[in-house]
């Protein structure tokens, strides 16, 4: 029988971002590992922090350098994501997703952020001032590979939605919408949208398990 299913926050990054990174990365690992690292930083263990920075940071490094394309800033963003699991170890909460995918959350907002920060700071350049162009740096082949194949896993995924579940999934989380916003932007009554977000990921947790149990 299923236990129960919990209300979903406003915004579906958060459970959807569990769903793509968590279950894909280091599945020999037990996530009661991941949870005893988490309650031991949470406590002032160093010993844990930096295990659990050996266990992730190259996931965390390739996600982040996707996102900003450029290799010093992800770096310092992966040092900034690790800093923020010292300080806020004690929120974590079991019952919102795995401990990676919460991490992996930390450093998707924490890329976008800079992102944002960098776009506004162009923006009041003055207009005779030509930007550089970005340089964009080409992650580890092993961290390459990695996401390969959680790309492919993901296309698979992707292909069981509809069309509207699709966009309308791809509206909330990419562009980092809540449900209200991804509703007005999709011109589409909030309850819709509301219920495509839960059939899609419901479809997306049942397709990513199913690839998982396969490989």
């Known amino acids: 029988m299923d236990a129960p299913r919990t209300p979903e926050p406003e915004g579906s990054a958060g459970f959807l971002g569990d769903v793509l990174y968590a279950g894909r990365a280091k599945p020999?690992?037990?996530?009661?590992?991941w949870v005893a690292l988490v309650q031991m930083i949470a406590?002032?263990?160093?010993?844990?922090?930096?295990?659990?920075?050996?266990?992730a940071h190259r996931l965390v490094f390739t996600l982040i350098v996707r996102i900003v394309a450029n290799r010093e800033t992800a770096e310092e963003l992966t040092l900034d994501v690790f800093h923020e699991v010292w300080r806020r170890a004690a929120d974590y909460d079991a019952a919102n997703g795995t401990v990676l995918g919460w991490i992996l959350n930390q450093a998707r907002s924490?890329?976008?952020?800079?992102?944002r920060f960098d776009r506004r700071k162009k923006r009041v350049q003055p207009d005779d001032v030509e930007d550089p162009l970005p340089v964009i740096e080409v992650p580890d082949p092993s961290d390459l590979a990695a996401f390969r194949e959680q790309s492919r896993a993901l296309r698979c995924a992707l292909s069981v939605l509809t069309p509207e579940e699709r966009t309308t999934i791809e509206t909330a989380f990419f562009a980092e919408l809540t449900?209200?916003?991804?509703?007005?932007?999709?011109?589409?009554?909030?309850?819709?949208?509301?219920?495509?977000i839960r059939s899609a990921l419901h479809k997306l947790r049942q397709a990513l398990a199913g690839g998982a149990s396969e490989s």
């Open 28 to 33: 020999s690992v037990p996530e009661s590992e």
């Open 43 to 55: 406590v002032g263990d160093q010993v844990a922090l930096h295990a659990m920075y050996e266990r």
């Open 110 to 115: 924490r890329a976008l952020d800079r992102l």
């Open 179 to 196: 449900h209200a916003e991804a509703a007005m932007r999709l011109n589409q009554p909030l309850g819709t949208v509301k219920t495509r």
